[in-house]
């Protein structure tokens, strides 16, 4: 249940700079990025997609079962039916204490 890390090659959202290259030509451009001002990515997180979905009454939940009643050689069966269709997802929600990002690329602590 953790966090993936980033999928795209050669871009740091920490540099400074928006673009991957050499290790020559990154100091460079991550100096000129601080020079120009360029707006800088915080290693937090603030805020989450959630995992909870909205039924047609309203509930908020992870999954949504209905109970349905089979027969079967006269005797009467109830089963739990999962249901997936007409959900809404939750969207994004704000974390209670910001998180460190999964690709901050600094070790924090070294034992």
Request: glycine share 12%.
């Amino acid at each position: 249940m953790g966090g993936s890390g980033s999928k795209a090659k050669g871009v740091w959202p920490f540099s400074g700079s928006g673009t991957g290259g050499d290790a020559a030509s990154d100091g460079n451009e991550q100096s000129l990025a601080r020079l120009k001002g360029s707006r800088n990515a915080t290693p937090f997180v603030f805020t989450r997609r959630s995992s909870l979905y909205y039924d047609e009454d309203g509930d908020l939940a992870h999954e949504f079962y209905e109970e349905t009643v089979v027969t079967k050689n006269g005797r009467k069966k109830s089963k739990l039916k999962r249901i997936q269709k007409n959900l809404i997802p939750q969207g994004i929600v704000k974390l209670d204490h910001p998180c460190i990002h999964v690709d901050f690329p600094i070790v924090l602590c070294e034992v």
